[in-house]
């Protein structure tokens, strides 16, 4: 079975400074990973996916994450933060393996805090 | 390029009145469609699924229902809210037929039941 693991629920960083946002998944077949971005009242937006391509993945806002199959882990990160990226982020795992419904598993959320 | 609509982005309904929130897609054909709903503070969780006109998984039993009346038109209902229907619902769509495609969220509807 699939499970997606977001190791915090809420990360402070000052303006400027790095961001690091920690995921773990499990999966029983080679997975397609996301990373989802939503802002307060708004639908999620996609940041960037991993289909079993390169395992370093560039997305938008200057956000990257790095597929480690070894760790398990797909961390998202980004070199410098800014105000508009406080938001919720989410850790997704895709669900269903080889079937066609095109489920998602989603992390519980990491709140990014980001300080003047 | 695929957009997807959905509406009304807020609504206030009594307990025990009825309930319609309509999702419609554009720009692609034959998509699999989902409501989730989010509770305050927490993540989503799945109600529905459709992977074509007429075909409606159920993920949790509740006092909803779900129905695609046509290819890209997904609408989430109810006979009679409860208090615990209250929430943000979002309605998505990807590719059909592809097991590992992102899905595209809607803006949201947020539910409160009084």
């Known amino acids: 079975a699939q499970s997606v693991t977001q190791l915090d629920s809420h990360v402070s960083v000052s303006e400027g400074t790095p961001v690091l946002l920690r995921c773990n998944y499990s999966?029983?077949?080679?997975?397609?990973l996301f990373w989802y971005v939503q802002h307060p009242n708004k639908g999620l937006q996609l940041l960037l996916k991993?289909?079993?391509?390169?395992?370093l993945v560039k997305g938008i806002n200057g956000f990257e994450a790095e597929f480690k199959k070894s760790e398990t882990s797909f961390h998202l990160t980004k070199p410098s933060a800014h105000m508009s990226d406080a938001a919720e982020y989410f850790c997704?795992?895709?669900?269903?393996?080889?079937?066609?419904?095109?489920?998602?598993?989603f992390g519980q959320g990491t709140t990014l805090q980001v300080k003047p | 390029s695929q957009t997807i609509h959905q509406w009304p982005a807020t609504l206030v309904q009594p307990v025990g009145s009825p309930l319609s929130l309509e999702c419609t897609v554009e720009?692609?054909?034959?998509?699999?469609l989902y409501w989730y709903r989010q509770a305050a503070g927490r993540g989503l969780q799945l109600l529905f699924y459709?992977?074509?006109?007429?075909?409606i998984s159920s993920e949790v039993p509740q006092n909803l229902s779900a129905s695609r009346p046509q290819d890209r038109q997904f609408i989430l209902s109810s006979k009679k809210l409860l208090l615990s229907d209250s929430g943000f619902y979002l309605c998505?769509?990807?590719?059909?037929?592809?097991?590992?495609?992102?899905?595209?969220f809607g803006d949201g509807t947020r539910l409160s039941i009084l």
């Open positions: 998505a769509w990807s590719g059909g037929g592809y097991s590992n495609q992102p899905q595209h």
């Open positions: 999966s029983s077949y080679s997975p397609s």
């Open positions: 991993y289909t079993s391509a390169a395992t």
């Open positions: 997704v795992v895709s669900g269903d393996g080889s079937g066609n419904t095109g489920k998602l598993i």
């Open positions: 720009g692609t054909s034959n998509p699999n």
């Open positions: 459709s992977v074509g006109i007429g075909q």
